[in-house]
């Protein structure tokens, strides 16, 4: 089999493409996470703390010097990125535990039970027969 075959099998796949579309939908919610976290979220915050802008706060390692910059750690943005990744996986948490919630649902769920499948010919004539001998006694 070809590389190419191979490949064309392996990327046609249901669970490749699925992959696909979950990492482009995971993608656009880390965006719109950021975007709560850095624009509704840490505002309030920051106004609360007296006014502290969290992608402002950095511990100053090394003073700029001629052309090399100054060296920091941005503590800020640790703290929005850390926040953002909470609400990530608090949302993917709740989304799990309702995905099992209905799985328990469906197990816990009585099956109904099977109708008796419709006689056959030959079961139906046998108990005519019966009947009529037992009605001859």
């Keep these: 089999m070809s590389i190419v075959k191979e490949f064309k099998e ?9 992959l696909a579309v979950g990492v482009i939908i995971g993608g656009a919610f880390g965006k719109i996470v950021s975007s709560l976290v850095t624009d509704v979220i840490m505002p309030p915050i920051g106004l609360l703390l ?40 608090f949302v993917i948490f709740m989304v799990i535990k309702g995905i099992n919630a209905l799985k328990r649902k469906e197990e816990a769920a009585p099956a109904e039970p099977e ?12 108990t005519e027969i019966r009947d009529l001998l037992a009605a001859k006694k």
């Design 50 to 89: 007296g006014g502290l802008d969290f992608k402002d706060l950095k511990i100053h390692l090394k003073p700029a010097v001629g052309k090399n910059p100054e060296v920091t750690m941005n503590i800020g943005v640790f703290i929005n990125t850390a926040i953002d990744f909470l609400i990530v996986a």
């Design 115 to 126: 109708a008796a499948p419709a006689p056959t010919k030959e079961e139906v004539l046998l």
């Design 10 to 18: 392996f990327a046609m796949k249901g669970n490749v493409v699925d």
